[in-house]
């Protein structure tokens, strides 16, 4: 399992929301308090940030625990962004891909973090590999159930699938070929976040009057206005909105909103 975050607001350094507040991401790396699978994620860390003016976002990723990395406590302290995703990784499984598999994946515009596991991967995903054209397959950047996860995601997006249909589909998709798989991922291009709460916690805190969303696997702090996101849920928001839909009972169209 993972913890990840994902921003939209006014500029800020990345460390006033990876680092300073006293719960952060840095902090959830070595004591997450809502993590329902894991307790320690030191397996690799990742930001993806945006400068004004650039579409295509930077990023900083590494293999080892974000806590031990001076150059991240460097950037944190002095790059700043009005948009970002981050995650702190605890591997489901050993492996040597480094940090090639460390989130945010990125192509494009997109930032992309999966918090959870593919239940029986790799086994389970062969139908849903068998439709990947080869191509796509040889180009995955790790050999990890979250990379094969973006794939699916990036199909959908490069097909003009808005980020929330992005996401949703594949999540009905995999759930289906692997059961009992845990799916929260989260996706943002700068100007929009999706995500999914599918067997891990989620959670957001939207300031509308200050044109500010942020939606992480758990609260960094114990602002009051934090919201928890149902189980089985599709997040979408804006800097002035967030929207929730179910999954599973209820089709795209029919959302409720906060």
């Excluded at 991240?72 to 499984?93: E, I």
């Excluded at 929009?192 to 067997?199: E, L, P, Q, S």
């Excluded at 997040?235 to 909105?241: D, E, G, N, Q």
Aim: glycine letters at 8%; proline letters at 7%; one cysteine or more.
């Amino acid at each position: 399992m993972c913890r990840h975050l994902a921003y939209l607001g006014p500029e800020v350094t990345l460390g006033r929301l990876l680092s300073e507040p006293g719960h952060s991401l840095v902090r959830q790396s070595w004591e997450p308090r809502r993590q329902r699978n894991g307790t320690v994620n030191a397996d690799g860390f990742g930001v993806g940030w945006y400068a004004e003016g650039d579409p295509v976002p930077g990023r900083y990723r590494r293999s080892g625990p974000v806590w031990g990395d001076e150059t991240f406590t460097d950037l944190a302290r002095v790059v700043r962004s009005a948009a970002l995703l981050a995650a702190v990784r605890d591997a489901t499984r050993a492996g040597a891909d480094g940090e090639a598999a460390a989130a945010p994946f990125a192509d494009g515009p997109w930032l992309f973090s999966h918090n959870g596991a593919v239940r029986d991967w790799p086994d389970a995903m062969a139908p849903l590999a068998a439709a990947l054209p080869p191509r796509e397959l040889l180009r995955l950047s790790a050999r990890t159930d979250s990379a094969f996860v973006w794939a699916l995601v990036l199909r959908r997006l490069r097909a003009g699938d808005d980020l929330g249909t992005a996401l949703a589909e594949p999540v009905r998709e995999v759930a289906s070929a692997a059961p009992g798989s845990r799916l929260n991922l989260l996706l943002t291009d700068g100007a929009t976040i999706a995500a999914t709460a599918w067997g891990d916690s989620l959670w957001y805190l939207a300031e509308p009057g200050a044109r500010r969303t942020v939606v992480a696997s758990e609260p960094y702090d114990d602002d009051n206005r934090w919201c928890e996101v149902p189980d089985r849920t599709l997040l979408t928001a804006t800097r002035t909105r967030v929207e929730l839909t179910p999954l599973k009972e209820t089709p795209l169209g029919e959302k409720e909103r906060s």
